[in-house]
Each structure stands twice: as C-alpha cells, then as structure tokens.
C-alpha cells in the first residue's frame, strides 16, 4: 500500500510538526499546551511523549521500527492531536512560524551560495587574462543572436510550482518591491536641496551607501545573493566613458549602483517614482528618441562629457549595444561614445545559466516580456552574476580618427571576454522580427 511504502516520510513530517510545536510553546506558561490537549503539564513529557503514548523514548523506537509509524498514522487519536496542535495557537502565530521558515529557507540559500562562492573563486563565464585584445571572436548569423534558448522545461515548471504553493515568491517580490522602492528614495535623498556629491560630500556618501545596502537587499528578492566582480573600476581621474553590454534591466542597476553612481542617458518624461531627483543627482543626459534635435543635443553632451579633464566631472555609463541581447552574442555598437576617441573603461556583465537566461529579448525571439522575466527571476534558487572590470583603453591612431573602427573593436574585445559572438544586429532586426511575428503583444520587443 501507497501508506505503508511511504510511512518513514509521513512519520517524519508528524515529528517535525511536533518538534515546530515546541518551538512555538517556549516562552509560554508552563502546561499551556498541555491544557488544550486536555493533559497537565507535569503528567508527561510533552507533546512528544503525548504522540507516542507517554513513552519519553518512543520516537526512537517507532523510527526503527516501520510497522510502529503505521500504526500511530493509523490510530484514530492522531486526527484529535492534529486538531489540538492547531487549535492551541492563534493565527496569528501560526502566520509569524510560516514566515520565519521562509526567512530561514531564503537565508540558507544566501549562506549556502556565498560559502560555496568563497570556495570555487573562479568565474563561471568571463575569460580572464589580456587574450581578449587580439583574439576574433566568432561572428554569428542573425538567427542565433535573435533567438532564446531557455524556454519553459520541466524543472522549470517544478521551481514554479514550489515557489508558488508555498508563497516564497509572494515574499521575494515584497522584498523586491519595498528595498528597491528604498533605494530609489535614498537615492532622491542624496539630492534633496539641490545637494549633490560635490559640495555636500559626507551627505552624498551617507545616503549613496544607504541606497547601495538596500539594493543589495532588493537584489536578494530575484535570487542575487552575492556580486562576482573581477578587476578594478576606473576613478573619475582616469576616464570618464564606462561602457558596458546589455542583457537586461538588472545589470544596468548593478553597474550604477557598482560604479558610484555615474551620469546615463535616459528618455526624456521617465515617470518612475523617485527617478526623476536621480537623474538629476547623477547629472543624466535626457534625449527624445523620437526628435532628431534632442538627438543632436544628447550626442553633443555626450561628446562634451568624455573630453571634461575636471577630474571632479562625473563619469559617463553607455550602453552602445542600443537595446538588450541575448548572451550568446553582443549586438552591433553605437559609436556615439567612441566618437570623441577619448580612452574609456570597458565592463564586461556575464549571467551565468544552465536552465533560465535572464536576457530580455522579448516573446518575438521565443523569450519573456517584462513581467515573465521578473517571475522566473523570481522562481530561481539562486541567479548569478559576473562582473569584469578591464584595464582602461586607449584607443589608437586609427581609432581615433574612425569611430566605426573603434566600435567594432571594442565589441570584439567584449565579446572575447564574454566567451560570446558578435553579430550585426540592431534594436531595428526586433522591430522588423515583431511585425513579421505571429505574437501580436506589443511588449514582446527588448527595450531601446
């Protein structure tokens, strides 16, 4: 029979659940909940004792014993100790165990992969040493840059429902939700009065720190429990152009957050709570994709900004890909960023998977929208992260003088340590690959 095969397992369960009741009894009046099992306090040892039939050994001698397990799964008392175990705690408390369990469960996770972290250093992905400046990478077709390799599998589908039919996810996304929403604030705070990071330096650094240790807290909610960075960012002093590949939301935070908070391009009219005193305390540079002049004058600050030798002038973050790939090759590069031909610091962002890439190329290449993402980052025991910070370059003659050639070095650099291809793909091959597409929903296209 299905009861006796697996009668080990549900006398495991019934002794964790006597166990979690001793755990809620403590600091409790002595005989509390003895009283509601209709028991004194000093008649027995407990709850224990009270399942085994007053035998303070019994559970040593039920467990080796299978037969024993049956029989006290049989037993019509069990049904009535169920229903007094129960009844002996409010809501209330029931609800604060539930939660702590999750906590703990959340927690052993974020110990068990910094550990294992602490032991295996290496990364996962990124290529360390110099080889990255005169290897070729391989240069792959439009179908493999344009496409997803991760759909939904049957593993997948059992994180799913674990996640879901035991509200962990429920309290990720609260988590996410609440320290994100923090650090945003922090963030709009580093700039209230008009302050910024020059005149008030203490204030800035105060409340930056404040919003970098609630991001941390944020990223925990999507499964990142700890940041694997290789190499040292470039100080004000050194360059001002940071550049960096495009998988998804998450890195372009992280390298914000990692890189003390430099200057970014964003679209004008961004309505996100708090984002507006960001931008303005990290100096952003406002366009409208949609007006050539804004264009014009977005390229012009930009240019303006990577020739500043103040070397208080705020750092530059560009993102030249244009739009978010799919890690098994980088996009074709702008070369807004290269045109001053000033040196720049590339950052290399890796995430390493085996079952869900965190990429956002949209439902027209087979991956998720917005929302899917964010639930199957979710649904993940752990997602992981690489950082490679490389030696500030400094482009040649020729490099100078062609902004294209520059570009497109720098994209095979970058894809060398990414272990990935480089394709001459654009945010237009999205656009083009959405109207030719059976998916009518609009938010399958990655970002621009």
């Not at 069990?78 to 165990?97: M, N």
């Not at 593993?155 to 945003?184: D, P, Q």
């Not at 309505?271 to 303005?280: A, D, G, H």
């Amino acid at each position: 029979m299905l009861l006796e095969r697996h009668s080990h397992l549900l006398g495991g369960i019934i002794t964790m659940l006597l166990l979690v009741s001793r755990i809620l009894d403590y600091g409790r009046p002595k005989g509390y909940a003895a009283k509601c099992m209709n028991t004194t306090a000093a008649g027995g040892a407990g709850w224990m004792d009270d399942a085994f039939g007053g035998d303070s050994q019994g559970a040593h001698k039920v467990e080796s014993h299978p037969d024993g397990w049956l029989s006290t799964l049989r037993s019509p008392q069990l049904a009535r100790r169920a229903i007094c175990f129960l009844s002996s705690y409010t809501w209330g408390e029931l609800f604060l165990t539930y939660l702590i369990l999750q906590l703990i469960f959340l927690n052993l996770l974020l110990l068990v992969e910094n550990i294992r972290d602490l032991i295996f250093r290496a990364p996962r992905v990124l290529k360390l040493g110099n080889s990255y400046l005169t290897a070729k990478p391989t240069r792959v077709d439009r179908k493999t840059a344009l496409s997803y390799d991760t759909p939904w599998c049957l593993y997948e589908r059992l994180k799913m429902v674990f996640f879901v039919f035991t509200g962990l996810i429920v309290l990720r996304l609260l988590i996410l939700v609440v320290f994100a929403t923090t650090s945003l604030a922090m963030m709009s705070v580093c700039g209230l009065g008009g302050r910024n990071r020059y005149d008030n330096p203490v204030w800035f650094r105060v409340f930056s720190t404040l919003a970098y240790t609630a991001f941390c807290i944020a990223s925990t909610g999507v499964g990142f429990y700890n940041f694997k960075v290789f190499g040292r960012f470039a100080s004000r002093e050194e360059c001002k152009v940071l550049i960096g590949n495009h998988s998804c939301i998450y890195e372009v935070c992280l390298l914000f957050a990692l890189t003390d908070y430099p200057a970014f391009v964003t679209r004008k009219g961004n309505k996100l709570p708090f984002f507006t005193s960001v931008e303005r305390v990290s100096e952003a540079i406002q366009v409208d994709r949609e007006a050539v002049e804004s264009r014009r004058r977005a390229a012009e600050a930009l240019r303006a900004r990577a020739k500043n030798k103040n070397p208080n002038a705020p750092q530059l973050i560009v993102f030249p890909e244009g739009t978010t790939a799919n890690q098994r090759a980088l996009f074709m590069f702008r070369k807004g960023a290269m045109e001053p031909g000033e040196p720049l610091q590339m950052i290399c962002v890796s995430f390493p998977y085996k079952y869900f890439n965190p990429c956002w190329n949209g439902r027209c290449c087979g991956g998720n929208n917005f929302f899917e993402l964010l639930f199957r980052l979710c649904i993940q025991f752990v997602n992981r992260v690489e950082v490679r910070a490389l030696p500030v370059y400094t482009p040649t003659e020729e490099e100078r003088n062609d902004p294209t050639i520059y570009a497109n070095h720098c994209q095979e650099m970058m894809a060398n340590v990414l272990r990935c291809g480089i394709s001459n793909c654009t945010y237009a091959d999205y656009v083009a690959l959405q109207k030719g597409s059976q998916d009518p929903l609009s938010e399958g296209v990655a970002p621009s």
